[in-house]
């Protein structure tokens, strides 16, 4: 639930930015980023919200945990919190979650 | 030694930065103990089979790092009244099977309770607007990373039918109860990389200064967890307590004050129980005053004494999930665990989250066999 997950942004509306998840395209808001962030830079998605833009010199190394766990089988403890946090930042509506 | 620096999943590094534990370990000479505060944290752990490579004089334990697991009995207690008065609640996944006095969510859910599981508050608003005749209480569990973001939506106007259940934790406090614990042989704490992305590390400093405890910010890459320890085992064998941040790419110093200030615009800390470790003064996240229209608490009249008419299941007393988070003992020192207490059916909520270490350690064990692993 701490863990966040990082997504490339690919298009800005207002405070509402829509960022690719390994090629899942979700809705995360920008309301608390630290910094302001553009299209093409990754930012680390938190329960639906932007927490974090990732410096572009960290960006490679922030992805490769997140790209071997995506690996994984879906039941796995950590990538299904990884998964859970992909669909917190979807359209907004409620859907069954990881109970 | 910094994050940075480190070229990700090299066998040869992983075995160096373990060689350099071993040889700091034998030059202090002596068991030495570490406190880990967060569920990512353990996960990669045991996942990875971190603790083969850990020297054997130095103990690495997970503390009170599970939001879910330390949400008190009588919070839950308070979702499952609310349920039972009609209101729907919506919360994280996690939250369903953690026992309250007598009845989880999921058990108030099988009685009719309307229970709903979303992944996001702004999901839990969106369901408030498409029922506007319903009172939708979200049910808020989490540390700060996760409070900023409940924050975030209470300030967004949500609609009037829409208010909040604050179970929200803040990490810092706790740190000062584990610490003061008699019991407790801790001599470094490391710190969860995304909350400090949060608070930044500066706020551990007043910590530091008071305990005389070193405390080293570490991210969730296996050789990350590796640096951070290097780094947390040379302050204890120097005896040079401070802060040290060895995941510059996600912390800083100030850390994200845009989301600072909408957290303690939001919430203010108040002293109040973590289920089965202390009273933690400050250690909890409370809606202010002026934001008491979205405060479920005071919106509703919740008297969750009628629940304590009845016993609590027998086996809930032996369940040592308090002293587990309080880094006193481990999984395997529990009676029940992987035998009466299993994910399926849980007695303890160290046994429900994804983050709690009964469960990390159900799903991937916990101390390997050494000789099981290659050299």
Redesign the interface.
């Known amino acids: 639930?701490?863990?966040?997950v990082p997504g490339k942004i690919v298009d800005i509306d207002g405070d509402i930015a829509t960022v690719d998840f390994w090629g899942v395209r979700r809705q995360v808001?920008l309301?608390?980023?630290?910094e302001p962030a553009a299209v093409g830079d990754y930012i680390?998605n938190?329960?639906?919200?932007a927490?974090?833009r990732?410096?572009e010199?960290?960006v490679a190394?922030?992805l490769?945990?997140y790209e071997?766990l995506m690996a994984e089988a879906a039941d796995?403890?950590?990538t299904?919190?990884i998964r859970?946090?992909i669909?917190?930042?979807?359209a907004?509506?409620?859907?069954?979650?990881?109970? | 030694m910094t994050g940075e620096a480190l070229k990700f999943r090299d066998p040869e590094l992983a075995r160096a930065l373990a060689a350099k534990l071993a040889h700091q370990m034998t030059e202090i000479g002596r068991p030495v103990s570490v406190m880990h505060v967060c569920g990512s944290h353990e996960q990669a752990i045991a996942k990875f089979g971190l603790r083969s490579l850990f020297p054997k004089a130095l103990t690495v334990i997970m503390g009170p790092g599970c939001p879910v697991c330390v949400t008190d009995v009588p919070e839950v207690d308070e979702g499952v009244v609310l349920a039972e008065q009609g209101v729907h609640i919506a919360t994280y996944g996690d939250m369903l099977k953690v026992p309250g006095t007598v009845r989880s969510l999921a058990d108030a859910q099988a009685l009719g309770g309307k229970i709903h599981v979303v992944y996001s508050p702004a999901q839990a608003v969106e369901l408030a607007r498409s029922m506007p005749e319903q009172e939708v209480v979200f049910f808020a569990t989490g540390f700060e990373t996760t409070a900023v973001v409940t924050a975030a939506v209470i300030v967004d106007n949500p609609p009037k039918n829409f208010s909040v259940l604050s179970a929200h934790k803040y990490i810092p406090p706790v740190m000062e109860i584990v610490a003061e614990m008699p019991e407790s042989r801790v001599e470094g704490f490391l710190a969860a990389g995304h909350a400090a992305t949060i608070t930044g590390w500066a706020v551990f400093e007043p910590f530091v200064e008071r305990h005389k405890i070193p405390v080293v910010v570490a991210g969730f890459e296996p050789l990350d967890i590796l640096a951070g320890l290097v780094e947390l085992v040379e302050l204890v064998k120097e005896g040079t307590p401070r802060v040290v941040n060895t995941f510059p790419r996600c912390v800083t110093r100030e850390g994200n004050r845009a989301a600072q200030a909408e957290l303690w615009r939001v919430f203010r800390p108040l002293g109040g129980r973590w289920r089965g470790i202390a009273h933690v003064p400050n250690g909890n996240l409370r809606l202010r005053d002026e934001y008491a229209h979205v405060d479920a608490r005071r919106r509703f009249k919740i008297d969750i004494t009628k629940l304590w008419d009845y016993a609590p299941p027998h086996l809930a007393n032996q369940c040592i999930c308090g002293d587990i988070m309080a880094g006193i003992r481990n999984p395997y020192d529990c009676k029940l665990f992987n035998k009466e207490c299993l994910p399926e059916n849980p007695v303890g909520a160290c046994m429900v989250s994804n983050e709690g270490t009964c469960k990390i350690w159900h799903l991937y064990g916990g101390v390997p066999d050494l000789s099981e692993v290659p050299a």
């Open positions: 639930m701490c863990l966040g808001r309301d608390i980023i630290d680390l938190h329960v639906g919200f927490i974090r990732i410096p010199e960290s190394e922030t490769s945990l071997q796995d403890a950590m299904s919190d859970g946090e669909a917190a930042a979807s907004m509506a409620p859907e069954k979650g990881r109970a």
